[in-house]
């Protein structure tokens, strides 16, 4: 018979376990069918902004086409012209939306250009609409893609004559509209080659035997945190543990920064080291912003050598 201490060891275990599957279940885990009576869904993001009737007009040609729409927005405020941020939003967002929900995505530095318009279909059994200028990068190296069609339907899209500069509303919305509402989507246009694709020229972090390099790619929201492309498990790779400080150089500043669990594990207005929500390693003042109260501007350079003992 075990002993008690043994059964709330066993337990302890059992909890831990199940705690982990779960948290990995909602990173990687297949996306699940809609329910049957779901009503379809569009998520959608732009860098538009909410302060004129560009994000209204876009919704109104989509509930045009499907009445019975339901319009997520996921962000309208992607920093304009950014790609990276776009991507890394969709990259974020697509993990907890079921196959067959449609992504509209209107970030479009290239808007008018011989950039094309395209329908992505990804291996999860999701669909975005956007111009391939490299939104997909992210989304694509984590789920991969099945497939890629160039839009070029012009019963797909609306207006005579084509606006050059706001093809959100005449190209994406409407190709949105009528993927989400069940039609076939192959009669968007041609088969486009993966391979083809544009991707985003991203440089990985790197760790090895001196410690990490990587970048601050962006700062998160209205906070001013610091997002970084070092993965929290290389981070911890590097043998840190909880409390201890962490010499980092950022661009040309060095600074010692603890490594803690949550923002108040510090001081008011003091900095940390903490792994964020996505799972990577981030930067941050205690009800502060690091980005202002240490002036920094992405992208910039990061670096963190291994503890000395």
Not at 209 to 225: H, K, Q, S
Not at 265 to 289: F, M, T
Request: hydrophobic letters at 40%; one cysteine or more; charged letters at 20%.
């Amino acid at each position: 018979m075990s002993s008690p201490m043994s059964l709330r060891r066993e337990t302890l275990v059992f909890a831990l376990t199940v705690l982990l599957n779960i948290s990995l279940w909602a990173v990687v885990a297949p996306a699940e069918e809609p329910p049957p009576n779901a009503p379809p869904t569009i998520v959608f993001m732009t860098d538009f902004g909410t302060l004129d009737d560009s994000v209204a007009i876009c919704k109104g040609v989509m509930y045009s086409i499907e009445p019975g729409l339901r319009i997520v927005d996921l962000t309208h405020q992607v920093t304009p012209f950014s790609i990276l941020d776009g991507a890394r939003f969709l990259y974020g967002a697509t993990a907890y939306y079921p196959a067959g929900t449609v992504f509209v995505v209107v970030v479009d530095p290239g808007v008018g250009s011989t950039r094309k318009a395209v329908v992505v279909k990804s291996r999860r059994g999701q669909y975005f609409v956007l111009p391939d200028n490299g939104l997909m990068t992210l989304v694509e190296d984590r789920d991969g893609i099945e497939a890629a069609r160039e839009i070029t339907n012009r019963n797909w899209m609306i207006g005579a004559a084509l606006s050059s500069t706001f093809h959100g509303r005449d190209i994406f919305s409407p190709v949105g509209a009528h993927l989400a509402r069940g039609e076939d989507w192959t009669q968007v246009g041609p088969d486009l080659p993966v391979k083809d694709m544009v991707r985003l020229q991203l440089v990985p972090a790197r760790l090895d035997d001196r410690g990490l390099r990587g970048e601050v790619i962006a700062t998160d929201g209205p906070f001013g945190n610091l997002v970084t492309n070092v993965s929290g498990e290389d981070f911890l790779k590097l043998g840190y543990g909880r409390g201890q400080n962490v010499h980092v150089v950022l661009g040309k500043a060095e600074m010692n920064i603890p490594f803690v669990r949550t923002f108040s594990d510090v001081a008011l207005r003091k900095p940390l080291l903490y792994i964020d929500s996505r799972g990577h390693l981030g930067l941050a003042v205690n009800q502060g912003s690091f980005a202002t109260t240490y002036n920094i501007k992405p992208p910039v350079s990061i670096s963190i050598e291994k503890p000395r003992n």
